[in-house]
């Protein structure tokens, strides 16, 4: 008996003209782009938080969700009535990937052995439709951040019984990915970080968080568990500031607490946005540093402060986002797409779940394919080596080789070298022009 009154998702083309009706216009998965099938360069996943336990509130109403394991009102049944409609949608949308927070699959007992208990009931169902589907878990993470009890972090609270707590939640976490077959393990820190400087010992909180990191990396290499353990960053909100700011500030904690074979990042677009900065830029970072690990998809908006965790339809982002994807071969070693994003709150019918999920499927294949052929013809990569060539000879090379030793030799150089040369050195970045060319990409490999 189907639970979702949804067709399987095909993939259809542009046959049917430029209106979305359930079904996929670029997405096709097994179609080969750069050398790969396209299900493998962007090996989607589904949020188990927001796709099955956000009821679509706002600060300013309650929830306009509407779903069929409402009509569950106990917490349990409710939990293992959820795993039953999560791997249809799977399946219906040909998705080969989830991701969870522990706290998102089952409800809390009293004590955390209580909660273990319940855990262990809803595990058990996913396991088997796991193995019944051949649907796989890109990550599971911990929440150490909904509960009260963590109003003042878990890994940085100055309560020690909650670090205790903290670290036993997340003993359980890394049995069930041990368990599931997780491919990543994530860890957001979702309020490691400050309200207040004045009440605050940053050096202690951030010591106590990278001790408890290697406490976990201990206990997974006990267990045989070999994800690839992922840090996502975020400057703030819930806290007014957090530890993990963005990709610079989370790669510098790494090499300073001897983390970083442990640890590559999960990057977030909207994430990158409060720091200020592009998804792409934050991208670029992990990847010409080697960290980076996995991706959520979802987008903001450019009106609204915070975090809007949109379903991603900005082309031109997707594009970007590919294209560092490309240029780094993949999405990390064991990296995916993950969609860390919601309906919005007017969209509240049950399909409008499989409607938001094409959207950002189809969004991110149309980004490969235009980031693939921006690869092939090397436009981008001709792009950089043209503008950097004055480093391939003479005193550039020099510069970049080590032949230049000193400032010295740098004055010798330029110290007659009149100002009218200096300016012929530089050259324009005909930089609309290259924008508009990104554009035209855009709309020809779209065309094809």
């Not at 791997?87 to 699959?105: A, P, Q, S």
């Not at 200020?276 to 903001?300: K, P």
Request: net charge negative.
């Amino acid at each position: 008996m189907s639970l979702w009154d949804v067709d399987k998702i095909e993939y259809v083309g542009r046959e049917q003209g430029p209106q979305e009706s359930l079904a996929f216009h670029y997405y096709d998965a097994e179609r080969v782009v750069a050398g790969k099938k396209m299900k493998d360069w962007l090996r989607f996943g589904v949020a188990w938080w927001h796709t099955f336990n956000q009821e679509l509130v706002d600060p300013f109403g309650v929830g306009t969700a509407q779903r069929g394991y409402y009509r569950y009102s106990d917490p349990m049944d409710q939990a293992l009535a959820k795993v039953d409609y999560a791997f249809e949608l799977f399946t219906k949308l040909g998705v080969e990937y989830f991701c969870f927070h522990d706290r998102d699959i089952a409800p809390e007992g009293d004590t955390l052995r209580e909660t273990n208990a319940n855990l262990d009931k809803v595990v058990d169902r996913i396991e088997g439709h796991m193995k019944s589907t051949g649907v796989k878990l890109l990550w599971n993470t911990s929440s150490l951040f909904t509960n009260p009890r963590f109003v003042s972090g878990a890994a940085t609270s100055p309560f020690a019984d909650i670090f205790a707590y903290a670290g036993g939640q997340l003993k359980k976490s890394l049995e069930i990915g041990k368990r599931l077959g997780a491919e990543n393990y994530v860890f957001w820190g979702g309020r490691e970080g400050y309200e207040n400087l004045w009440n605050t010992q940053m050096k202690r909180e951030t010591d106590h968080i990278a001790r408890f990191f290697h406490l976990c990396a201990d206990y997974a290499d006990e267990i045989g568990f070999d994800a690839q353990f992922l840090i996502e960053p975020k400057p703030k909100e819930p806290t007014l500031h957090q530890y993990d700011f963005d990709a610079a500030t989370a790669i510098e904690f790494l090499r300073a607490n001897d983390l970083t074979d442990v640890f590559k990042l999960n990057l977030e677009g909207n994430h990158a946005n409060l720091a200020g900065h592009t998804y792409q830029h934050e991208i670029r970072v992990a990847r010409e540093s080697g960290f980076l690990g996995s991706l959520d998809a979802n987008q903001g908006d450019k009106l609204i402060g915070w975090d809007m965790d949109e379903f991603p339809t900005d082309l031109y982002e997707t594009v970007a986002v590919m294209w560092e994807v490309l240029a780094a071969g993949g999405i990390g070693p064991h990296g995916g797409l993950n969609f860390d994003a919601k309906p919005r709150r007017t969209s509240f019918y049950a399909e409008d779940l499989f409607r938001t999920h094409v959207a950002g499927m189809d969004a991110y294949a149309a980004g490969l394919l235009v980031a693939a052929k921006m690869h092939e013809d090397k436009y981008i990569e001709n792009l950089q080596d043209e503008r950097y060539s004055s480093y391939d000879s003479g005193i550039g090379k020099q510069i970049e080789d080590g032949t230049v030793t000193s400032l010295a030799q740098l004055e010798d150089y330029a110290i007659d070298k009149p100002q009218s040369e200096l300016i012929e050195a530089t050259k324009s970045d005909h930089l609309e022009s290259v924008k508009a060319t990104v554009n035209n990409y855009m709309v020809d490999a779209l065309s094809e």
